[in-house]
């Protein structure tokens, strides 16, 4: 079966210091995988998506960057974080040209 | 065109009543709506999903009513229990490479005892 692994769970990081979120995906090859962001009490916002190896496309402008340096890994950076970057940082997976997409449990980002 | 609105955004039933979630959307181009849950500190879980060849999926106590003219569809909760408390998401995808989902803003569902 599919897993999908997200770590750390909670990150708290000072302002300007920079930021690497992991993903990695088990069970499934060349998957869809996806970097949302969610707003205390809102919905998810979609940051990054790719489709294969070293294929990022950003969705929104800002001071995030994404890569994918592996098949089932995906890497969210920051280089100097604002405090706007806080939030609830999600991955996800889906098969390709598939329909449903599967979450991680999520890292929670507090920029101090 | 990308956009989906989601109501209410809180709802508080009694347990063993029926809750309802709706959503709109506006972009005819999208082919599956699924629904999400969350509960606090996790990532949400696909609940439910339908495609809109079909007006109603049912799931257990999870049914979902879609209607294709009116570009609406809901999430219909029977039976509500206490441990469905959590925040519900809808959600719209089309076929395009990317398939990335477009959420609702969310609905915090409370089952009270």
């Known amino acids: 079966s599919q897993t999908i692994h997200q770590w750390p769970a909670t990150l708290v990081q000072p302002v300007g210091s920079p930021l690497s979120l992991e993903c990695t995906v088990e069970?499934?090859?060349?998957?869809?995988l996806y970097w949302y962001r969610q707003a205390a009490g809102r919905g998810l916002q979609l940051l990054f998506y790719?489709?294969?190896?070293?294929?990022i496309s950003s969705e929104v402008p800002q001071n995030l960057s994404a890569s994918r340096p592996q098949d089932r890994q995906f890497i969210l950076s920051s280089k100097k974080l604002l405090l706007s970057d806080s939030g609830f940082y999600l991955c996800?997976?889906?098969?390709?040209?598939?329909?449903?997409?599967?979450f991680g449990q999520g890292t929670r980002l507090t920029v101090v | 065109q990308q956009q989906v609105k989601q109501s209410p955004q809180s709802l508080i039933v009694q347990k063993g009543g029926i809750s309802i979630i709706n959503c709109a959307y506006e972009?005819?181009?999208?082919?599956?709506f699924p629904w999400y849950q969350q509960f606090p500190g996790k990532g949400p879980a696909l609940l439910i999903a339908?495609?809109?060849?079909?007006s109603e999926k049912k799931e257990g106590r999870f049914t979902i009513s879609f209607n294709k003219s009116a570009k609406q569809f809901s999430l219909h909760i029977m039976d509500s229990q206490p441990g469905d408390s959590a925040t519900y998401f809808c959600?719209?995808?089309?076929?395009?490479?990317?398939?990335?989902?477009?959420f609702g803003s969310g609905t915090r569902l409370q089952v009270q005892p």
């Open positions: 996800a997976w889906s098969v390709p040209r598939g329909q449903s997409a599967f």
């Open positions: 069970g499934t090859s060349n998957p869809n």
């Open positions: 790719s489709v294969g190896i070293g294929q």
């Open positions: 972009n005819t181009a999208f082919d599956y």
């Open positions: 339908i495609r809109p060849d079909v």
């Open positions: 959600a719209a995808s089309m076929d395009t490479g990317r398939r990335a989902l477009t």
